[in-house]
Each structure stands twice: as structure tokens, then as C-alpha cells.
T-cell receptor, first 118, second 112 residues
Framework: AQSVTQPDIHITVSEGASLELRCNYS??????LFWYVQSPGQGLQLLLK??????LVQGIKGFEAEFKRSQSSFNLRKPSVHWSDAAEYFC????????????????FGQGTILTVHP | DTEVTQTPKHLVMGMTNKKSLKCEQH?????MYWYKQKAKKPPELMFV???????INESVPSRFSPECPNSSLLNLHLHALQPEDSALYLC???????????FGPGTRLTVL
């Protein structure tokens, strides 16, 4: 079964500082990988995705993520955090190969809450 | 139109009521999803529809009944819910299974 681990429940950074949110996954093959952001009481917004190809992917709002197959990781980064980035961030994986009973199922990590200090 | 809409935004219901949640997308997506999200937890998948057919049911109690009348619309019919069913219910859609999902703003459900 696929699983996602986000080791940091809560991260606090100062505005303008760099950010890295960690994500590790467990899956038999390379899955599709996603990062979503959620503000309180709102839906989830897709930040970026990795399907194949270049392991460094660019997303919206200045975020990027790097897929490292050897470490089963897909960490999210931003060089300079803005106060509006305060939210909860979810890493998610989905099977890439059709045919399995979980094809179409998105599995989320537990989330990382980001607090930004002025 | 690049959004998923959900109605109502808030719903309060008693345990004997019958209500429905509605989700709509006009992006031509052929996969649609229902999730349940409790406070401080990630979304939990409930149902997946692909080309209007139920593809995944994550062992959801029968008091939740999904319906996909057409490729743009997804309903979740609620009956005899329990207070522990109170949560944020999120709908999502994707071009097809396994592609990136786009989420609606959710319906905040409170069961009294």
C-alpha cells in the first residue's frame, strides 16, 4: 500500500526566509507526486506535480519541488517566504499505473502547518 | 471555467434528516471524487467516479450515497447521519484518473 510521511507537523519561519517542507513516500514503483496547500476552512489548491522527466519541478506562487528517487522524497522549497504563505501543506501520491484497485486514489501525508513570523 | 463549485457552503442537519451535497465542474473532466476531512487531518477519500461509473468506494457507510448524473455533476446524498460525520466534505475533479485533482471549496457539515 502507498503511504506518505511528512515528518514536520509544524514549521515556523520568518518572512523572507527560505523554506523546505519534507515529504517521503513508500510505494512499489515511482508514483505521481503532488503538493497541495490549504488555508483554514478552504479547499485544497494544487501547487505543483511530478509525473516524469525533469526531477526539479516549478509550481505556482514561487514554489518548487525536487523528486529524488533514491531517497523516495519529494521536498517542497521556496527561496523567500511571504506572510501569505502561512497555511497547511499536503504532499500526496497517486499510482501511475492503471489496473490496480487503487488507481485513481490520492493518498495524502498528515500535513505540515506553516506559520510565518513578520 | 477552471473551478469546482460546491453547494451548500454550510449545512446543519439532524440525525433523521435527508440532505444532499452538490458538486459541479465545467472543465470537461471525466473523474470526480468525494473526500471527507476532519479538523487537523488530511482529506480521506470516500468515492471515485470515472466516466460516470463508480470506480472506488472506500468502504463508506451506506448512510452516504453518491450519485453522478452526468459528467459535470456529482452529488452526495446523506441520510441518518451521526454527529461524528460532521466534517468538511470536499469534491474534486481531474481530467481522468491519476491526473492532478482540482478541489472545490468544500461543504462544512454539522450533524446535531
Amino acid at each position: 500500500a502507498q503511504s506518505v510521511t511528512q515528518p514536520d507537523i509544524h514549521i515556523t519561519v520568518s518572512e523572507g526566509a527560505s523554506l523546505e517542507l519534507r515529504c517521503n513516500y513508500s510505494y512499489g514503483a515511482t508514483p505521481y507526486l503532488f503538493w497541495y496547500v490549504q488555508s483554514p476552512g478552504q479547499g485544497l489548491q494544487l501547487l505543483l506535480k511530478y509525473f516524469s522527466g525533469d526531477t526539479l519541478v516549478q509550481g505556482i506562487k514561487g514554489f518548487e519541488a525536487e523528486f529524488k528517487r533514491s531517497q523516495s522524497s519529494f521536498n517542497l522549497r521556496k527561496p523567500s517566504v511571504h506572510w501569505s504563505d502561512a497555511a497547511e501543506y499536503f504532499c500526496a501520491v497517486a499510482p501511475a499505473n492503471a489496473g490496480g484497485t487503487s488507481y485513481g486514489k490520492l493518498t495524502f501525508g498528515q500535513g505540515t502547518i506553516l506559520t510565518v513570523h513578520p | 471555467d477552471t473551478e469546482v463549485t460546491q453547494t451548500p457552503k454550510h449545512l446543519v442537519m439532524g440525525m433523521t434528516n435527508k440532505k444532499s451535497l452538490k458538486c459541479e465542474q465545467h472543465m470537461g473532466h471525466r473523474a470526480m471524487y468525494w473526500y471527507k476531512q476532519k479538523a487537523k487531518k488530511p482529506p480521506e477519500l470516500m468515492f471515485v467516479y470515472s466516466y460516470e461509473k463508480l470506480s472506488i468506494n472506500e468502504s463508506v457507510p451506506s448512510r452516504f450515497s453518491p450519485e453522478c448524473p452526468n459528467s459535470s455533476l456529482l452529488n452526495l446524498h446523506l441520510h441518518a447521519l451521526q454527529p461524528e460525520d460532521s466534517a468538511l466534505y470536499l469534491c474534486a475533479s481531474s481530467q481522468k484518473l491519476a491526473m492532478e485533482q482540482f478541489f472545490g471549496p468544500g461543504t462544512r457539515l454539522t450533524v446535531l
